[in-house]
């Protein structure tokens, strides 16, 4: 269930890239590895799941513990895939996971944190090896 191919890959990485739910639910059940990353990119099944749009399989990763903090080798999580690709909904899947694991004492936590009162959005900056990633984040407003 585990072993990997020449790419690092396994089942569970080809099975969230293609959208298989139900064969990643079998292979969460049966204790994949949900942080594998690949020798390519350090890509995890997470990051795949996110960047081919598959956003039930996103939430079932993250329903099984898949660590959202992981980055690639160029620097990103999941969620900075998720922004980049312009997917919404992942976007907002990854948001609480992703923004919660950063911590309290996060410089990027910290810095979006100023959020601007007339537009509610908050902006995350991550450091990749092409430069400076921001994902805008629109903040709900509490009653």
């Avoid at 899947?93 to 309290?104: H, I, Q, Y």
Wanted: with cysteine; hydrophobic share 45%.
């Amino acid at each position: 269930m585990n072993k990997k191919d020449n790419d690092n890959g396994t089942a569970v990485t080809y099975a969230a890239m293609s959208g298989h739910v139900e064969i990643v639910s079998l292979l969460v059940d049966l204790g994949a590895d949900l942080d594998v990353q690949d020798a390519i990119s350090a890509w995890t099944p997470l990051m795949q799941a996110a960047y081919y749009g598959h956003k039930e399989v996103v939430e079932l990763l993250i329903g099984a513990g898949a660590d959202a903090t992981l980055r690639s080798s160029s620097g990103c999580t999941a969620f900075d895939i998720a922004a980049i690709i312009g997917d919404n909904e992942i976007v907002y899947a990854l948001a609480a996971v992703s923004l919660g694991a950063l911590g309290r004492d996060d410089k990027r936590l910290r810095d979006a944190s100023k959020v601007d009162k007339d537009d509610q959005v908050m902006t995350i900056t991550t450091k990749t090896k092409w430069g400076n990633l921001k994902s805008n984040i629109q903040v709900l407003a509490h009653s």
